[in-house]
């Protein structure tokens, strides 16, 4: 498999990823969404706003108008969950979109990310897995703090094995996925 295959995979389970999470939560009250809870942002809505914000960081960098700490103002830009979901599921397509142009030329490209006091320069293929384990890490955050609701956390550590196609079938039929987008 070729780095450039690898990081679209990645961006395909990403999505993925996210489809459950979101269709779980889209299943919780506005007040259970908001709750303060137990973990690093104090509730499930400003968690996956955080996702939502770094994602429009790190996906306009590599796009290469990056919005630098522009991203995180407002701290929660989509407060009502249907705003969420609908920029989310924007952000993986962008995100899809990026690393089914990746090439060899620019998977090795450095990507500006302006902080507040600094500019961040990373490699493209460096940048895009540091994004991925920072939507890993924060998804299990908000899949923690699921176990606490009336919902019931959606399964999330699983990957394209090749014999459990079928457990994803209703997924992608609903994202649009094809197994051949990903591995063809």
């Known amino acids: ?65 990056c919005l630098g700490p522009a991203a995180f103002e407002p701290e929660i830009p989509c407060p009502l969950f249907a705003d969420l ?18 090439d060899e030329k620019t998977i090795a490209e450095d990507i500006r990310i302006p902080r507040r006091t600094f500019v961040q320069v990373e490699p493209a293929d460096r940048l895009l897995m540091h994004l991925f384990q920072h939507q890993i890490h924060h998804r299990g955050q908000v899949h923690a703090m699921l176990s606490g609701t009336t919902v019931q956390p959606p399964q999330l550590d699983e990957f394209f094995c090749k014999g459990e196609d079928q457990l994803r079938q209703q997924d992608f039929a609903e994202l649009g996925f094809t197994e051949a987008m990903i591995w063809s």
């Open 1 to 65: 498999m070729t780095p450039q295959r690898y990081l679209l995979a990645q961006a395909y389970n990403n999505a993925w990823a996210n489809h459950r999470l979101l269709k779980a939560c889209g299943e919780l009250s506005r007040e259970e969404l908001d709750a303060t809870r137990i973990s690093f942002f104090p509730s499930i809505i400003h968690t996956l706003n955080h996702i939502l914000t770094v994602d429009w960081l790190y996906i306009s960098g590599l796009e290469g108008d």
């Open 85 to 102: 979901d609908r920029e989310q599921r924007a952000a993986d397509r962008r995100l899809i979109d990026h690393c089914r142009s990746l």
